[in-house]
């Protein structure tokens, strides 16, 4: 999957939402949000994100959960076309990392404003 960004948030790092998102935006980024709604893939990409280096071999993704390797497969296909993380074959083995950017533009949604928080 391509890198696309939210242009609303292109403002700078963390830039708080200052005008309504477009529909567009709004459907891309939930796609994103509902990818991250499952236990599993909220847990996979925390593996994912928090390995040192940056990277991880998806032979080691397997070992904390009690799932079979096609479900594994299955919710890191959802991870990556939310754009949230990206992978690479090499050899027999399939690496991935987190979508720094990706990540920082669902963060800025969430990051309301104190002058709009009631």
Excluded: N
């Excluded at 403002?11 to 708080?16: I, N």
């Excluded at 599993?40 to 940056?54: K, N, P, Q, T, Y």
């Excluded at 979508?99 to 800025?108: D, H, K, M, T, V």
């Amino acid at each position: 999957m391509s890198k696309q960004s939210l242009p609303l948030l292109d403002a700078g790092c963390c830039a708080p939402i200052t005008e309504p998102l477009a529909e567009a935006d709004a459907a891309q980024a939930a796609t994103a949000f509902k990818a991250l709604g499952d236990p599993v893939r909220l847990r996979l990409l925390s593996l994912i994100a928090s390995r040192a280096g940056g990277e991880v071999c998806v032979c080691d993704l397997t070992a904390p959960f009690d799932l079979s390797g096609p479900t594994i497969s299955h919710h890191l296909k959802v991870l990556r076309q939310a754009g949230l993380v990206d992978c690479e074959r090499r050899g027999t083995w399939v690496y991935y990392w987190a979508i720094p950017e990706r990540l920082g533009q669902l963060s800025a949604l969430l990051d309301i404003p104190a002058a709009v928080a009631p």
